[in-house]
């Protein structure tokens, strides 16, 4: 009896001994010292900050030796949500305000929100038009195959805000997750007309073709950016936050179609 109790001491011993040394290595391989990854940016946009944002990030990276900004482009609101819930994230850019003030009520938003931009809808149909869509009203026809974003996401709320001002009774078949659904819908043929925005018709380029929507039926998005709270790298976030901000960053978001705030 007494050698049974002493090898399962040692097999106790040896169990204490094995997640002492997991432990050690997870430390060795964590950094519980609370000090900033200044080696990457983290920066969630709205969808139709892609391209604009994607030129804006390569060039941070070739004025900042060694760091990376890492994107993850979607719709605001489900940006927002994910921030909520704890997604780290460095930066904050939404496509609308009312997303923004999600992340400021909940304490996740350092210091106010600085709105840098602003966008408006186009009615978008794939090469040639062969539904022959020529304004707003024809999004009434339920004969045809539209689609617009999910009326959650920035760029669906603008576009019951557009459908409100002309006075046409929508008849939608498709709520797509963020502008870029929509426009790959359209680029496919697998609709004859979507509503993007005008940052998104200049980014299909040739792709596609695009009717102008009259300014008296237009909303125009404001979009806001920010630090997000509790940032693994606050000075880098910052930084690309300025250069956003700046008359370089403007002049970029200018050339993919937005408008200044």
Do not use: H
């Amino acid at each position: 009896m007494p050698p049974r109790l002493t090898g399962g001491v040692q097999f106790l011993a040896g169990l204490l001994a094995l997640f002492a040394l997991a432990g050690g290595l997870a430390a060795c391989g964590s950094d519980n010292s609370g000090s900033p990854d200044e080696s990457k940016v983290t920066v969630f946009a709205a969808a139709s900050l892609t391209e604009a944002f994607t030129s804006l990030g390569r060039k941070y990276e070739a004025e900042n030796e060694g760091v990376t900004v890492e994107f993850s482009f979607a719709s605001s609101s489900d940006l927002a949500t994910q921030i909520y819930q704890g997604a780290p994230a460095d930066v904050f850019a939404s496509a609308d305000v009312p997303n923004m003030q999600k992340v400021v009520d909940a304490g996740m938003a350092d210091g106010e929100p600085e709105e840098f931009a602003g966008n408006v809808l186009e009615i978008a149909v794939p090469k040639g038009n062969s539904g022959n869509v020529r304004s707003l009203s024809d999004f009434s026809n339920g004969s045809l195959r539209l689609a617009i974003c999910d009326l959650a996401a920035p760029c669906g709320n603008a576009a019951g805000g557009v459908f409100k001002k002309a006075g046409v009774d929508a008849s939608i078949d498709s709520y797509e997750p963020d502008v870029k659904s929509v426009l790959t819908k359209v680029e496919l043929d697998e609709v004859d007309a979507g509503l993007v925005y005008r940052s998104d018709v200049l980014a299909a380029g040739g792709r596609i073709e695009s009717i102008v929507i009259p300014a008296r039926d237009q909303v125009v998005n404001t979009y806001p950016i920010a630090l997000v709270n509790g940032a693994g790298n606050p000075g880098g976030g910052r930084e690309f936050i300025d250069l956003v901000l700046s008359d370089r960053g403007q002049a970029e978001l200018a050339k993919w179609g937005f408008r200044e705030p």
